[in-house]
């Protein structure tokens, strides 16, 4: 079965400054795709960005950026110039290419401190 | 921006009644999904919905739960006899494509007392 791992529990950042969000995953399977989603405190999910594991370039999306490593099983977001509404819970999220059901990570809770 | 809409925001209910939380998905979407997310918990895939019938279901989509698209727009989850562990936030999520982002609606929060 696919596990997402984020190890990082709590991560705190000053506002302008660059961070990143680490996210490891297990599966066999070749054709899968790699999310990361933001939990403000409204609790709403809203996606920041998305990649396809037969792509080699990273998703880039503005400040949002993901180091994506395939061989590791490795799917780390980079936030740079963060900003305040930055602030939220992240959750990186696997999906299977022949199924549609996402499997979450526990989430890292970041805070962006001016 | 089209968005997925879910009502009601917050459902009290008591252990033993049946809910029925509905969610309106984005229009040209065909994938709908219900997932949920127990407080300070990781996000839980329940269902996966497409052409009428249930394409892909979790081990927590027991007997309890059923899920519908009474029309062209709705798309419903029904808990038949509510326990306390129900207790969640339920998201519903939908998709043009099933490899596709999903979109996720703001979620109803259930307490079940």
């Known amino acids: 079965a696919q596990t997402v791992t984020q190890s990082q529990p709590e991560m705190s950042v000053q506002e302008a400054e660059t961070v990143t969000l680490s996210c490891t995953y297990d599966?066999?399977?070749?054709?899968?795709?790699l999310f990361w989603y933001k939990q403000p405190p409204s609790r709403q999910m809203i996606l920041v960005i998305r990649q396809e594991a037969y792509k080699q370039q990273n998703a880039t999306e503005n400040r949002f950026s993901v180091n994506f490593q395939k061989a590791a099983k490795s799917f780390s977001l980079k936030i740079s110039d963060s900003q305040l509404g930055d602030t939220a819970m992240y959750f990186c999220a696997f999906m299977e290419g022949s199924q549609g059901n996402l499997i979450f990570g526990k989430g890292t809770k970041l805070s962006v401190k001016p | 921006e089209p968005e997925v809409t879910q009502t009601p925001s917050h459902q009290v209910t008591q252990m033993g009644q049946e809910v029925i939380l509905r969610c309106v998905p984005i229009?040209?979407?065909?994938?709908f999904y219900w997932y949920r997310q127990i407080l300070g918990q990781k996000v839980e895939f329940l269902v996966s919905f497409y052409n009428n019938e249930i394409s892909e279901k979790s081990e927590i989509f027991d007997d309890q739960f059923s899920v519908e698209r009474p029309d062209g727009s709705n798309f419903t989850l029904k808990i038949r006899s509510t326990k306390l562990e129900d207790s969640a936030m339920y998201f519903c999520?939908?998709?043009?494509?099933?490899?596709?982002?999903?979109?996720f609606g703001p979620g109803t929060r259930l307490t079940v007392t």
């Open positions: 599966t066999s399977e070749n054709n899968y795709y």
């Open positions: 999520a939908s998709s043009e494509w099933r490899e596709d982002e999903q979109y």
């Open positions: 229009s040209n979407h065909l994938y």
